[in-house]
């Protein structure tokens, strides 16, 4: 009689299925039958101790029926043993992970809790991008990625055969500076988009992809998610990663540091798009009121509004850039030049040189990087108002032209103010601002831009979504011509025409001033006039009641 014997995933196969296993369940998904939607199965993927990727992960799958009996004790993230169970063979077009074996778990199946698991939380196994880049058609299996994000489009609300969708393409690059397009579908693409909002440097973001799959674009290889298992992380690299959890991209973090430096990292232009953020036209249109300039200071602080306008003038004496923190991008200063009022001591020399303080942060922090700061004068028909635009906003009107890549042009002093910001002086946008307590109480208020966009498509439904429709009774209605400014037939009597009625009205006005009072000649005129207007008006469809004529 065969017995249990402790083992790995890669001792497993089709004559050997006593071995006692002890994973972590890395991820679980619900999943009908191809042949029969009807039966939806519970497939995850799991993962062993051992250290060499090969064959350490597997695909395992809990039958409808027994569902029930086994779901609270394979969650994600929990680690088991298993024992007495069934492994069959998966076809390649449905395998997710590189193994042919699929676990089948059975109505005697064993599943305890293991509390001494040694393995990796996550299971990464990173997979170089030019192993991917090279290939020439797309491969069967999933596989895990990390790279950082240095451009990605807007997110795409797509409608396809009635069914609404969500895409979000990006560029990844790895370590070796190997660039690698990945499309994100569905609660991917929305995961993505989430993030962006809430980070404060997008040009440091670390994007980690388990269980892509190889998809040919445009004659080019690329990934994207899976249709199931795939898993997408997301770091701020400006930040340490926990290493305890996530050790493999920490290390592909420092990397990063090490090959580019603080420099070379914001030297290269950040080319993700800022129009999710900044030309969305429901977020100007529907979300907010349009307020004229006149009308913004009576709005309370804190309450964003939409604005309509040109920017006049840039103000060129508050600058344009400044260096600030990468975690919270507030203004830094240097740290040797800091001095305690109420201290009898001197500064410490012995401050490091790239040694920066943040007053936000209440720390001594070394990674910085050059943000834009603008403040400009924003004009309409009502008035104008100074705004500060922020790097991010700055960033898209100048197409991704970093701050850095300016400082490195035109130097660091104030003298000579960048071409490229000047250019959008005359320009129209369509602004989200709000107003702080601090720059209200200044003696020339201050607005802050949320957001902002030059997109006139957005500017033409901004400004259509606020203009009132004109009344059914306004001069312009096409209902006017049924309604006569006065009845003529009741102006003359049986011996008089219309014609002569208004021409004998023409003469007595013009030649008898000394019979007719100013005031009597006013009436007249206006009279005549609406006579006139309405004549004109329905000329081409209605015979006039009377024709004019030279005296």
Known sequence: MAKFVSGFINDLSAVKDNVKLRVRILNTWMQPLFSNKQI?????????????????????????????????????????????????????????????????????????????????????????????????????????????????????????????????????????????????????????????????????????????MTKIWDAKMCIQNGYHGTRLFLFNGNTSIKTDEFPEVEAFRQSLVAVEGADESEHTASRISTA?????????????????????????????????????????????????????????????DIVDLESDTLPNPSVGANDWWCSKCKATVTSIKTQFRLQVRVQDETGTVSVSLFNDEVQAILNNVTAYQLVEKYGKGDGLFPTEIMEMVDKKFVFKVSIDGKNKEKVMPVFNVLRLSNDPDIIESVCAAATPSKPENEATSSKVADVMPFDLD??????????????????????????????????????????????????????????????
Not at 113 to 120: A, I, N, Q, R, V
Not at 295 to 317: K, M, T, Y
Not at 538 to 547: D, E, L, R, V
């Open 490 to 551: 009741s102006q003359t009597d049986e011996n008089t025409t219309p014609e002569n009625g208004l021409k004998n009205g023409l003469v007595n006005v013009e030649q008898s001033p000394t019979k007719t009072t100013s005031q009597e000649k006013r009436k007249a005129e206006a009279v005549v006039k609406p006579v006139l207007a309405y004549q004109e008006e329905n000329s081409a469809t209605k015979k006039p009641k009377s024709i004019l004529k030279e005296p």
């Open 276 to 336: 999710s953020k900044n030309s969305t036209k429901d977020d100007f249109v529907t979300k907010f009121p349009l307020k004229n300039i006149a009308e913004l200071l009576d709005v309370e602080q804190g309450v964003p509004s939409i604005i309509v306008g040109s920017i006049c003038a840039v103000q060129e004496e508050e600058g344009w850039w400044y260096l600030g923190c990468r975690s919270c991008r507030k203004k830094v200063v240097k740290s040797s």
């Open 40 to 212: 939806i199965n519970m497939e995850m993927i799991v993962i062993d101790e051992q250290a060499s990727p090969i064959n350490t992960r597997m695909q395992a799958t809990v039958r409808m029926a027994l569902v029930n009996q086994f779901k609270d004790r394979l969650v994600e993230g929990n680690t088991v043993t298993l024992q007495r169970y069934s492994l069959g063979e998966i076809q390649p077009k449905f395998r997710i992970v590189n193994n042919p074996l699929r676990l089948s778990f059975l109505s005697n199946t064993v599943v305890e809790k293991c509390t001494d698991f040694t393995g990796s939380r996550h299971g990464f196994v990173f997979r170089p991008f030019n192993t991917i880049t090279q290939l020439t058609k797309e491969e069967q299996g999933q596989f895990d990625v990390v790279g950082r994000v240095v451009a990605c489009d807007e997110l795409d609300n797509y409608d396809k055969n009635g069914r609404a969708g969500k895409k979000k393409p990006l560029t990844l690059m790895d370590s070796e500076g190997t660039e690698l397009r990945c499309t994100l579908w569905g609660v991917y693409a929305q995961q993505f988009s989430d993030f962006l909002n809430t980070c404060s440097d997008h040009g440091n973001i670390i994007a980690v992809v388990q269980l892509a």
